[in-house]
């Protein structure tokens, strides 16, 4: 028996405008920005808000993953598939990360943004980004891949690493799959568990506007809007190579495998728009894998690159990097040599791995690769700390898109996209639910 709930002929009733969650989350964020710039206090005030809900999500964020992984790997009748999937998926990650750092490299020698700020090394603060600096220097490659085993089979689900649920998943699906009929019943729960953690992400999603709300609310009272006026530059800089990227880069991979990268966008506008209040992309985690599936990803291939995604291939992360290693030289009147250049891109290529899914892994990615190039000073850092939480909602929304369009891409070179309703649901066809509880294959005799 097949029963495929995402994909169910009723249409579902007319909504009003208000009622829709993107809408929601547009007016939550811009009254978060009101009450943080007007009355700064109150806006700090509801930081808890934010961080509530961001606990929320990611407290569902390794059930739907394992579900997920496990179901899909389960279900392949090529068990080998896996190990394909992931050799596409590590490809592409490669290819268009690296694209992503030579692309900030690129822009910041074009544009110049820290160009004649003058600023002497010896007059900045070094302990203001101590804590950064030292984070960095206890995260290495090495402790990075041994982290992903987890001390116990349980503990995968209950430490919040992303990876390690990831690893557990990819192992029980390929023994359930290898056990055969004898585990149907375990697949059939599995299954039926999907439906129950989807129902409870998307209930959790009502309450999107109120997180959105008290994160903006935060960041606008803590570091003011004025703080963005101050290095101005390097933060326009930022978003433009950004929405750049997006529009055009990964545009023509879109574009190339036969969709539109801009009607992706307006696909995943709600979840664009939550990760834009939070400054958190793991906030949308759950909604991303959700919609994905029911746009016509295979379930098997969004499980796999969508949690390895999250940690191998952040693009917004590494525009940051090769950008704001480069301003902190031009403010200091560090002059840098293409050789030296190179030398630092192939450093970040590195320490992005190294420091993937920790928290605040941009500023710490750049402390590691500054550390380990020492032409460009390290306190350097200092001068872009107060802006950093504005770029990192900028980091977290293009990170979001690489890995959409990723996953896409990859389903599509398995065989396993159904062409024809992502057409028909990026072009605003077949209204669906936000997020869409995954189909249930009942094991039968």
């Given at each position: 028996?097949?029963?495929?709930?995402?994909?169910?002929?009723?249409?579902?009733?007319?909504?009003a405008?208000?009622?829709?969650?993107?809408?929601?989350?547009?007016?939550?964020?811009a009254?978060?920005?009101?009450?943080?710039?007007?009355?700064?206090?109150?806006?700090?005030?509801?930081?808890?808000?934010?961080d509530?809900?961001?606990?929320?999500?990611?407290?569902?964020?390794?059930?739907v993953?394992?579900?997920?992984?496990?179901?899909?790997?389960?279900?392949m009748?090529?068990?080998?598939?896996?190990?394909?999937?992931?050799?596409?998926?590590f490809?592409?990650?490669?290819?268009?990360?690296?694209?992503?750092?030579?692309?900030?490299l690129?822009?910041?020698?074009?544009?110049?943004?820290?160009?004649?700020?003058?600023?002497?090394?010896?007059?900045?603060?070094?302990g203001?980004?101590?804590?950064?600096?030292?984070?960095?220097?206890?995260?290495?490659?090495?402790?990075?891949?041994?982290?992903?085993?987890?001390?116990?089979?349980?503990?995968?689900?209950?430490?919040?690493?992303?990876?390690?649920?990831?690893?557990?998943?990819?192992?029980?699906?390929?023994a359930?799959?290898?056990?055969?009929?004898?585990?149907?019943?375990?697949?059939?729960?599995?299954?039926?568990?999907?439906?129950?953690?989807?129902?409870?992400?998307?209930?959790?999603?009502?309450?999107?506007?109120?997180?959105?709300?008290?994160?903006?609310?935060?960041?606008?009272?803590?570091?003011?809007?004025?703080?963005?006026?101050?290095?101005?530059?390097?933060?326009?800089?930022?978003?433009?190579?950004?929405?750049?990227?997006?529009l055009?880069?990964?545009?023509?991979?879109?574009?190339?495998?036969?969709?539109?990268?801009?009607?992706?966008?307006?696909?995943?506008r709600?979840?664009?728009?939550l990760?834009?209040?939070?400054?958190?992309?793991?906030?949308?985690?759950?909604?991303?894998?959700?919609?994905?599936?029911?746009?016509?990803?295979?379930?098997?291939?969004?499980?796999?690159?969508?949690?390895?995604g999250?940690?191998?291939?952040?693009?917004?992360?590494?525009?940051?990097?090769?950008?704001?290693?480069?301003?902190i030289?031009?403010?200091?009147?560090?002059?840098?040599?293409?050789?030296?250049?190179?030398?630092?891109?192939?450093?970040?290529?590195?320490?992005?791995?190294?420091?993937?899914?920790?928290?605040?892994?941009?500023?710490?990615?750049?402390?590691?690769?500054?550390?380990?190039?020492?032409?460009?000073?390290?306190?350097?850092?200092?001068?872009?700390?107060g802006?950093?939480?504005?770029?990192?909602?900028?980091?977290?929304?293009?990170?979001?898109?690489?890995?959409?369009?990723?996953?896409?891409?990859?389903?599509?070179?398995?065989?396993?996209?159904d062409?024809?309703?992502?057409?028909?649901v990026?072009?605003g066809?077949?209204?669906?639910?936000?997020?869409?509880?995954?189909?249930?294959?009942?094991?039968?005799?």
């Amino acid at each position: 028996m097949r029963i495929d709930t995402s994909r169910s002929p009723a249409m579902p009733p007319a909504r009003a405008w208000w009622q829709h969650l993107y809408v929601q989350v547009l007016a939550a964020i811009a009254l978060g920005a009101v009450i943080g710039h007007c009355w700064p206090a109150t806006g700090e005030a509801l930081k808890p808000l934010g961080d509530a809900f961001i606990k929320l999500v990611k407290m569902v964020i390794a059930p739907v993953i394992f579900l997920s992984v496990v179901s899909g790997i389960a279900g392949m009748r090529d068990i080998g598939g896996v190990g394909r999937v992931a050799a596409k998926a590590f490809g592409y990650f490669l290819v268009v990360s690296t694209g992503a750092l030579f692309f900030g490299l690129a822009v910041a020698n074009l544009v110049r943004p820290g160009a004649g700020l003058n600023i002497d090394p010896a007059t900045l603060d070094p302990g203001a980004v101590a804590d950064y600096v030292h984070k960095a220097h206890d995260t290495s490659v090495v402790g990075f891949l041994t982290d992903i085993i987890p001390t116990t089979l349980v503990s995968a689900l209950t430490d919040g690493s992303i990876l390690q649920t990831l690893f557990v998943a990819i192992l029980f699906g390929v023994a359930l799959s290898l056990v055969g009929k004898p585990a149907a019943p375990v697949l059939d729960l599995v299954d039926r568990l999907a439906l129950v953690i989807f129902r409870l992400v998307a209930m959790l999603m009502r309450l999107a506007p109120i997180g959105a709300f008290g994160a903006i609310a935060f960041t606008i009272g803590k570091f003011g809007i004025g703080a963005l006026a101050n290095l101005g530059a390097l933060v326009a800089t930022f978003y433009l190579t950004s929405i750049t990227f997006v529009l055009i880069v990964l545009g023509i991979i879109a574009r190339v495998h036969g969709f539109s990268v801009v009607r992706l966008i307006v696909y995943l506008r709600a979840e664009l728009l939550l990760v834009l209040g939070t400054s958190s992309s793991e906030a949308a985690l759950p909604s991303l894998i959700g919609k994905l599936e029911a746009a016509g990803c295979d379930r098997s291939i969004v499980g796999l690159v969508v949690p390895t995604g999250y940690s191998f291939n952040l693009d917004g992360t590494n525009i940051y990097m090769t950008l704001a290693a480069l301003f902190i030289a031009q403010a200091t009147n560090v002059s840098l040599t293409f050789d030296q250049q190179l030398a630092l891109l192939a450093v970040a290529m590195l320490s992005s791995k190294g420091a993937a899914g920790v928290t605040g892994a941009g500023f710490i990615t750049l402390a590691a690769t500054l550390s380990i190039v020492p032409t460009v000073p390290v306190a350097g850092m200092a001068l872009i700390l107060g802006i950093d939480r504005f770029m990192s909602e900028c980091r977290s929304l293009t990170n979001f898109m690489g890995n959409a369009v990723a996953t896409i891409v990859v389903a599509r070179w398995e065989g396993a996209l159904d062409r024809d309703r992502l057409a028909a649901v990026l072009a605003g066809g077949q209204p669906i639910a936000p997020v869409a509880p995954p189909s249930v294959e009942s094991a039968t005799d």
